[in-house]
């Protein structure tokens, strides 16, 4: 009977110890779905949806961008390459999330009825939010 007792006595400390492990696991995971929730609010994206380009006929060094801020925040478009060349904007384009707008550029060298252009948009911190490749009109 002696015996019996010491091991009833020794599975005390052995489950006590389990349970505190599964609490510890339990509380680490609602703490980190807690955290992950956090970092989500406070992240968000950026980008850019370039909808149609337009080459405006006549003025061979005009181009027509319509866009859409498909991402989470609001972002500012502060310069926009074309063909690895700065464009000059009409001004700059600010977007708030699911907002469409437009720039008009102006292109130096001025576009070529038939060749492909690239179009690379950037924000404010310099990051690249677009990508967009359109050929210009044949004629």
């Not at 389990?18 to 970092?39: H, K, N, Q, R």
């Not at 961008?65 to 700065?86: D, H, M, Y």
């Amino acid at each position: 009977m002696k015996n019996f007792r010491r091991s009833r006595k020794a599975l005390s400390p052995v489950v006590a110890s389990i349970i505190l492990i599964a609490v510890t696991v339990a509380v680490s995971i609602a703490v980190a779905a807690w955290m992950g929730a956090l970092t989500v609010g406070f992240m968000g994206s950026n980008s850019v949806t370039v909808t149609n380009v337009n080459f405006v006929t006549g003025t061979p060094n005009v181009i027509d961008v319509s866009l859409k801020n498909t991402g989470t925040k609001a972002l500012t478009i502060a310069q926009v390459k074309v063909n690895n060349v700065v464009a000059t904007a009409n001004s700059t384009l600010s977007l708030n999330p699911a907002v469409s707008g437009g720039l008009r550029l102006t292109t130096n060298p001025a576009w070529s009825a038939g060749n492909p252009y690239k179009f690379d948009l950037y924000d404010t911190s310099g990051q690249v939010v677009a990508s967009y490749q359109a050929n210009a009109p044949g004629t």
